[in-house]
């Protein structure tokens, strides 16, 4: 990748060695000033890389424009696809549990029968072979050029409701069981209230300073 420059970068440069400590007047004035210089050539960084940025950013924003339908249509078949399968997989797997119970005990009530006989007539008991049972479908199967594999995942739902579209509250928790930390708190909106001279329970409101620089 080629070196990126910026058209100011050399007016940054000087700033690399810049070390002010403010004791007096002149060096409160001499700090105001160098400040105010930094102030304004951050934003003219902004500026920049703003303008460096813009035609890439537009260019990724058609690329994603272009191919968003084709994402959502290859994910859509890949969710419809994949619950096919494991519903198929699901129902075999439960079919051979069946017929797997059904041959055991076939087995087991043949086996019953061979010790009474052999029992009540003095006979040795007979060895008699297990049966062959229905095999499950296997967990891998390869296919053309991959291997697809069933994977269980731990995931996570609120019973009663879909914790990604409905937005859960800490008072409408109280019939979930979820524990208050598991709740973000919103720092956006508690900022706005504070910021227009509002306050909220449970938060404190203080003042710090900091210096605006505004060019003239």
């Known amino acids: 990748m080629n070196a990126i420059t910026f058209p100011n970068q050399t007016e940054f440069e000087r700033f690399k060695t810049l070390a002010v400590s403010v004791i007096d007047p002149p060096s409160e004035a001499e700090a105001r000033t160098h400040l105010t210089?930094?102030?304004?050539?951050?934003?003219?960084?902004?500026?920049?890389?703003?303008?460096?940025?813009?035609p890439y950013q537009a260019a990724i924003k058609d690329i994603d424009t272009a191919a968003k339908p084709w994402k959502d249509l290859l994910?859509?078949?890949?969710?419809?696809l994949t619950r096919e399968l494991l519903a198929y997989g699901q129902r075999v797997r439960i079919a051979a549990e069946l017929a797997n119970k059904k041959?055991?005990?076939?087995?087991?009530?043949?086996?019953?029968?061979?010790?009474?006989?052999?029992v009540e007539?003095?006979?040795?008991?007979?060895?008699?072979l297990p049966p062959q049972t229905v095999s499950a479908p296997p967990?891998?199967?390869?296919?053309?050029g991959a291997?697809?594999?069933?994977?269980?995942?731990?995931n996570w739902r609120i019973p009663g409701g879909d914790h990604l579209t409905f937005e859960y509250t800490r008072a409408s928790a109280l019939?979930?069981?979820?524990?208050?930390?598991?709740?973000?708190?919103?720092?956006?909106?508690?900022?706005?209230?504070?910021?227009?001279?509002?306050?909220?329970?449970?938060?404190?409101?203080?003042?710090?300073?900091?210096?605006?620089?505004?060019?003239?």
């Open 147 to 154: 291997k697809q594999t069933i994977v269980k995942r731990k």
């Open 121 to 128: 007539h003095g006979k040795p008991i007979p060895v008699i």
């Open 175 to 216: 019939t979930k069981d979820i524990p208050d930390e598991f709740f973000v708190l919103d720092t956006g909106r508690i900022g706005k209230i504070v910021r227009a001279g509002g306050s909220v329970p449970g938060i404190e409101v203080f003042e710090e300073e900091s210096i605006s620089v505004r060019a003239i």
């Open 37 to 54: 210089s930094i102030r304004l050539a951050g934003k003219r960084l902004d500026g920049d890389i703003k303008a460096l940025k813009a």
């Open 75 to 80: 994910a859509e078949r890949d969710q419809a």
């Open 139 to 144: 967990n891998s199967v390869e296919t053309e």
């Open 103 to 118: 041959i055991l005990e076939k087995y087991e009530g043949k086996v019953d029968r061979a010790i009474t006989k052999a």
